[in-house]
Every structure is written in structure tokens, then in C-alpha cells.
């Protein structure tokens, strides 16, 4: 081969080499798509794109339309807020519940682009799961992410047995948490009684949180069956009495125009009541945030739910008042 074709296949090959690396560049910085796919699009940008554990990540969403790309502008605001974006380690061992609007107002240009941003730093390397929850033309949806920091380890954790838990302790809080029924079945309305204790006093300072006394997420322990609900108001129940009276009403809208109305507290302590369906059997992990005296906390409960059976009992035994 002549001395002229050898450097050529070399230069040839060097920038073949280049390209391929920048290729691998552009790859590592496109945006994360949210799933599962619908009319909307949410995409996520991380810097730097593979969180340091302890060390401050920006998280930078973007809302668009999916057939046109337009951004979405004109979210509702539900609980004060129009992203909540609930962010949780894979074993639950961390959990949080963030805004844009939590640090500072959203600017014009944010708003005009469809774009919420804000830092979180990831506590331990591992996997997680990002949850956006958004209402639009009166319905809600949620877009899951799912992401690695450095020094994540390769595969799945190691299966532990879970430790079921009705009673946890947080700073120099207890917390309590009953069930009507007693053990909760798969697809069957179960009211949740949250019990608040502090320093063996109960607690009776509550203050509301985002517009409501608590914030219920809820998790299967494999990550699926996400929910997110909140304290169940006797207003709230004269409503889904008027629905169950009424089939065919716009509940939806009824519900999100609840949501939306500036929020009184109904119960400052020590009981929460809740309600929600837990759509299959299993074991389910709920982070419930309240602010006792206006201090955020976080308590984290695991329970059962059983499967439905011909002689399973349903019965609900409400602590909340009637109106």
C-alpha cells in the first residue's frame, strides 16, 4: 500500500473515531422521555447527566404537546402547585416531594417554554424513580422516569423480606397509622387514620401543607400503582355522595375544582383521615407529609393489602364527620 493511502486509512480512522465519540457525547446528553406515552410529552434534562450521590443536581422538565411540540402553558394549579414531582429511591429509603415554585416564582420565560427546573441532590447512589403529576383541561397525569447516579450498582438490589409498619417514630414524633378495614383489599375504598403524637402529647397545631393536612404517596413495593392523594374532608364526602347520586357527572372536574379552591384546615391534630383504593393485592409502601406547627415531616409506613374474596371483609368504619 502506497505511503500516501496508510496515513489517509489513518486520518480516516481517527476522525471515524472522533465522530463515534462525539456521537457517544450527544447520546449521553438527550433528554429522558417520561412515560408511558399520551398527548403530552415530558422530557427531563439532568446536569450533570449522571447525578453525583450528595452532590447538587439540576433537574430541568419540559411540557410540550405531543403532536405539535408546543409547550404546555396553561397547567391548572392543583394543591398550589402545577407540577409535583415526587422523586424515591427503589428500596424507599428516601423520599421527596419538590416544586419549582418551592425555591422562587417560576419566570415568564419558564412558563413561556413549558419548562420547571429546580436542584435536588441524590442522597446515596442507586436507582430512582421520578414521578411528575400535572392537571390539564381538567384531568390529571403522570410521567415516571426512571434514573442511575454514579456508583449505582449493576442489577437489581437484593430481595429483603419487608418489615410491615403501623407505627413509626420521626425526630420526637410518633405517628400511628389504623385502617378500616383492618386489612385493606385490592380494589375496595379503604379509609387510612393518620394519629399524631408528640413527646406523648397529641399533636393539635397542624397546618396545612400545599392546601390539605397531609400528602399520601403510595407505591406497590415494585414500583408500580403510584398514587398520590390527601387528607379526605367531610366536604369531600358530601361531594362523592352527590356523585354517587348523580352517575354521569363530571366527578373529575368536580374533584380538580375542589382541589383548586383556596384551602381551610379542617383537622388540626391529632387524626387525619384519608381515603384510596389500592388496585391490586401486595404490599405497599405510603410516605405521609404533614406539617405539625408549620414544620414539613415525613412519615413512612408499610401495610399489606389482601386480595378480594367472597369472604373478605369491606366493611368501612368512617372516622370522618358528617356534614
Not at 403530552?40 to 411540540?69: H, K
Not at 383489599?185 to 403524637?197: D, F, K, Q, R, S
Not at 387524626?271 to 412519615?299: D, K, N, S
Request: proline content about 10%; aromatic content about 8%.
Amino acid at each position: 500500500m502506497k505511503p500516501g493511502w496508510s496515513r489517509l486509512g489513518r486520518g480516516l480512522l481517527v476522525a471515524g473515531s472522533l465522530l463515534l465519540a462525539g456521537c457517544e457525547q450527544r447520546a449521553a446528553v438527550e433528554p429522558l422521555e417520561g412515560s408511558p406515552t399520551g398527548p403530552y410529552r415530558l422530557t427531563l434534562e439532568l446536569s450533570p447527566p449522571e447525578p453525583v450521590p450528595g452532590e447538587t443536581t439540576e433537574l430541568v422538565f419540559t411540557l410540550t404537546q405531543a403532536d405539535s411540540g408546543a409547550p404546555v402553558q396553561d397547567l391548572q394549579v392543583v394543591h398550589e402547585r402545577a407540577l409535583h414531582t415526587f422523586i424515591v429511591a427503589s428500596d424507599f429509603s428516601s423520599f421527596a416531594h419538590l416544586h419549582q415554585e418551592d425555591l422562587a416564582p417560576r419566570p415568564a420565560t419558564d412558563e413561556a417554554s413549558g419548562v420547571f427546573r429546580f436542584p435536588y441532590k441524590f442522597p446515596a447512589a442507586g436507582t430512582y424513580r421520578i414521578l411528575n403529576e400535572f392537571t390539564h383541561r381538567d384531568r390529571s397525569w403522570v410521567k415516571h422516569f426512571e434514573i442511575r447516579t454514579q456508583g449505582a450498582a449493576a442489577g437489581p438490589p437484593p430481595e429483603t423480606a419487608p418489615k410491615l409498619s403501623r407505627t413509626v417514630t420521626v425526630d420526637d414524633f410518633e405517628a400511628r397509622l389504623s385502617t378500616s378495614p383492618a386489612l385493606p383489599v385490592a380494589g375496595h375504598e379503604v379509609e387510612l387514620v393518620l394519629e399524631l403524637t408528640r413527646a406523648g402529647q397529641p399533636v393539635q397545631n397542624l397546618e396545612l401543607l400545599l392546601g390539605a393536612e397531609v400528602h399520601v404517596a403510595v407505591w406497590r413495593l415494585d414500583g408500580a400503582h403510584f398514587g398520590h392523594t390527601h387528607s379526605y374532608t367531610p366536604e369531600m364526602a358530601a361531594m362523592m355522595r352527590d356523585m354517587a347520586a348523580h352517575p354521569g357527572s363530571h366527578s373529575a372536574a368536580m374533584m380538580i375544582e375542589m382541589m383548586s379552591r383556596p384551602a381551610k384546615l379542617v383537622y388540626p391534630g391529632p387524626l387525619i383521615p384519608i381515603r384510596h383504593v389500592f388496585p391490586e393485592p401486595g404490599i405497599y409502601q405510603l410516605f405521609l407529609q404533614c406539617a405539625p406547627g408549620g414544620e414539613p415531616r415525613v412519615f413512612p409506613f408499610k401495610i399489606e393489602v389482601g386480595p378480594w374474596r367472597k369472604d373478605a371483609d369491606t366493611r368501612l368504619q368512617s372516622r370522618v364527620p358528617e356534614t
